[in-house]
């Protein structure tokens, strides 16, 4: 069984450029959820996509979009990048079988 | 909003030496209540799912407990090799059918020394 997996593993960006990360959810898994988590802090709740629609969003602004595509992969996309998107951003799958929730490694955005 | 915090925000034991980290919550219908364990620069590692006061789950030397407003995770003879961070999650009932947000707490750094 493969898990999560997610790309780039690092990434550095200027302030103002767009981004994208992506995610692969783990077999047989039909939701993902994207996490912000700054260095020191537990991860804060981006979004989730369930069967391809956004199921919820955390307090993030509308610069910060995503879509889950009919594999249930997904991607997370970042416009106007600021200082303060610096982070490790992470995915998580799960099923409609339970609640846990399945962390990939993360991709670390550095915004100069 | 549910609400999370951890404590100690660190702790350092000598091999051997048992402790327990808390976790105390505030939720509007605590659907559960999750243990994971992060290792720096990596994403966190499932550990246990809690669902109601009273339950308790083990694994090797980690035992989570629950009550109606916080949980514990014991760390008995802890290794060296336990050394990482633990971070706490709840998820309520909202989202309907399918399974919603986890909120964490900013996460216990253990670190357990030879």
Redesign the interface.
Known sequence: ETG?T?SPTHLIKTRGQQVTLRCSSQSGHN?V?W?QQAL??????IF?Y?REEE??R?NFPPRFSGLQFPNYSSELNVNALELDDSA?Y?C?S?S?R?????????T?LTVT | EDQ?TQSPEALRLQEGESSSLNCSYTVSGL??L?W?RQDP??????LF?LYSAGEEKEKERLKATLTKKESFLHITAPKPEDSATY?C?V?DH??GT??????????TILTVHP
């Open positions: 999560v997610q939701t959820s996490y020191g802090q537990g991860p804060q709740f989730q369930y199921n919820g955390g490790l992470l998580a799960s409609d339970g609640p846990e929730q399945y962390f990939g490694p993360g670390r | 999370v659907r559960g999750f994971y620069g990596k994403g966190p590692e499932f799912t971070l999650a998820q909202a989202g399918s399974y919603g947000k986890l909120t964490f707490g900013q996460g």
